[in-house]
């Protein structure tokens, strides 16, 4: 599946969020933001992809809330909440010239995210993707 490993593709560039520590400046920032942007993107576009391929009508929609609702329901997910504040943060990629936000989505994304996107990886590789 083109998403699978497209997916796959952004969450390996993402693991190099972990090879810079603060403070940053604004070139690192920026690009860390945009590692962690374009691995949210591509997950739940996978997620959406797998969904639809296994029968799940309501995949069809295309907002990334309704993927993330529709993935937990069907157990492809299992921190519903954790995935709404990734979310969240990608919502506030547009506000990251706003070095406080722009902080808080690198935190975030090294404590939380990062794992968050790991498992997702973990579980479709286990149960979800199609001979």
């Known amino acids: 599946m083109k998403k699978y490993e497209n ?10 969020i972990y090879g810079y520590q603060e403070p940053y400046d604004n ?10 942007e374009i691995c949210f993107e591509q997950s739940w576009k996978m997620m959406k992809e797998i969904l639809e391929a296994h029968g ?10 309704f993927i993330i609702k529709t993935a937990y329901r ?34 975030q994304t090294k404590e939380r995210f990062y794992g968050l996107f790991c498992k997702l990886r973990e579980d479709v590789e286990a149960g979800w993707l199609q001979e």
Not at 8 to 16: H, K, M, P, Q, T
């Open 7 to 16: 997916f796959c593709a952004a969450l390996r560039n993402l693991e190099d």
């Open 74 to 107: 069907a157990s492809m997910i299992w921190d519903e909440d954790a995935w709404l504040a990734a979310l969240r943060a990608r919502n506030n990629v547009a506000h990251s010239y706003n070095r406080a936000v722009a902080l808080d989505i690198v935190r």
């Open 27 to 36: 070139v690192v920032m920026t690009g860390l933001v945009g590692l962690y």
């Open 56 to 65: 799940f009508e309501a995949a069809a929609t295309g907002s990334p809330k």
